[in-house]
């Protein structure tokens, strides 16, 4: 573990390396060949990924290649480029420009947050010093290695720090990075926010949750293709990530779900599981899975209009309540029937600071209604059940463009020419 003095040092060769940094124009073409490397079908780096996760983080090795797979399939170096260019391109009259460090306090289980988070900074000139949470520490000297593999010369510009979450003199030091990125839980942001200075950039990324919207008839000819959508998001990393859907919001007259909905749920949840097992369970998740399971038990003795459904991995409770309540997670999800948008609006507001992605599946009438009901509440991704877990690279994540927090814009008011250090949005490729 590090202690402060060796994080103040970290972060002072970290500074010694962003001139070279800066001034480098190939640094997204090689970031671009990582992300190539790991989309690239039959990809022995992403299996190595994939085996080294399976192993640390008690996910089955199945899942974890499905969900590599699927995210990292449109993670390319084009797609990097294109990030670049729409977001930051050089104008006449604005610059943008890393900082000289940036320090990134990672969190979760899921690795495409973490290699985004250590990615994107570099990609805009910025060193990056990072700490890995406790539940992944894989990830991060992961991608060191392959920086390393790929261009040594730019291996220096990626540490890997540890310290214990109650080493207050190691997180002071760690917070005197330029930029600080924090990922977390709302308590972890806020007690970090509390310790930035207003000078200093904060980039926050606090807890999110998903759900599904599914305004379609039951008896729909879709409904098996939308329900093995759904299935998969919920399946892909157990439901572990802000991606991952808690609830789905359903069709239903007197706010009960239409039984053919729950015939195709359930059969979707069965047919997953043999393909995408579920993980290790720990203690304290099987204990909360368990309270939830017999409140609903307890609660459908009284409500025969609620429905519980269990597999060995997988839960589904259907009710009538639209209550948001507690979701213990590891493929616990709860099916609600909605009359219309308006009713569906009114239970998504509790959610609203903290909604995410929604999986959304139009009717048969016009969608417009259900989609101006759900920007209300203020999701920032709105996609196809089945894709949740494959945000594209420049998604929005929390209503905010990825590199945008990451980097200073400088607005010159003049006919100035050349001579200014900036982002280079295009590698070499192609010139």
């Given amino acids: ?23 480098r124009r190939d640094v997204v073409d090689v970031l671009g060949s990582l992300l190539d490397a790991l989309a690239a079908p039959e990809s022995t780096s992403r299996d190595a990924l994939a085996g080294a996760l399976a192993g640390e983080t008690g996910f089955e090795l199945r899942t974890v290649q499905a ?43 899921i690795p495409m947050p973490s290699l985004l988070s250590l990615l994107l900074p570099l990609a805009v000139g910025s060193p990056v010093l990072a700490r890995p949470g406790r539940h992944d520490r894989v990830t991060a000297p992961f991608l060191a290695g392959e920086l390393a593999r790929l261009d040594p010369a730019l291996a220096p510009c990626l540490e890997i720090t540890g310290f214990p979450t109650h080493d207050e003199d190691a997180l002071a030091a760690f917070l005197e990075a330029d930029c600080v ?26 807890h999110r949750v998903s759900v599904a919207v599914i305004p379609i008839a039951a008896g729909d000819p879709r409904w098996p293709a939308v329900a093995d959508g759904l299935a998969l998001d919920v399946a892909l990393w157990d439901q572990l990530g802000c991606l991952s859907p808690v609830a789905v919001y359903v069709v239903g007259r007197g706010g009960l779900v239409p039984e053919e909905i729950e015939q195709e749920m359930v059969r979707a949840f069965e047919a997953v599981e043999p393909r995408l097992p579920r993980g290790k369970l720990g203690a304290e998740a099987a204990t909360a899975e368990a309270h939830e399971r017999a409140e609903a038990e307890l609660r459908a003795a009284s409500d025969p209009a609620l429905r519980l459904h269990c597999g060995a991995a997988w839960t589904l409770v259907c009710e009538r309540d639209l209550r948001f309540r507690n979701a213990p997670l590891h493929r616990f999800v709860r ?26 599946e139009p009717g048969e009438s016009s969608p417009e209604p259900w989609l101006s009901a759900l920007q209300r509440v203020g999701p920032s991704r709105i996609c196809r059940p089945g894709r949740l877990q494959a945000p594209p690279l420049a998604w929005s994540h929390d209503g905010q463009g990825p590199l945008r927090p990451l980097v200073r814009f400088t607005d010159m008011e003049g006919d100035w020419k050349g001579g200014v250090g900036a982002v280079e949005p295009r590698g070499n490729r192609g010139r």
């Fill in 181 to 206: 990125v924090v990922t977390g839980s709302d308590e972890t942001v806020g007690r970090i926010e509390a310790r930035i200075p207003p000078s200093r950039r904060l980039v926050r990324y606090g």
């Fill in 67 to 109: 969900g590599l797979e699927l995210a990292l399939e449109e993670w390319t170096g084009d797609a990097l480029r294109a990030l670049l260019r729409d977001e930051l391109g050089r104008t006449p009259t604005r610059r943008a420009a890393g900082f000289p460090t940036t320090a990134v306090l990672l969190a979760g289980a």
């Fill in 1 to 23: 573990m590090a202690e402060a003095a060796e994080v103040r040092a970290a972060l002072l060769r970290l500074r010694h390396a962003h001139p070279g940094l800066r001034e």
């Fill in 335 to 360: 099916v609600h029937a909605v009359a219309d948008a308006a009713e569906l609006q009114t239970a998504l507001a509790p959610l609203s600071r903290h909604l995410a992605g929604v999986a959304f």
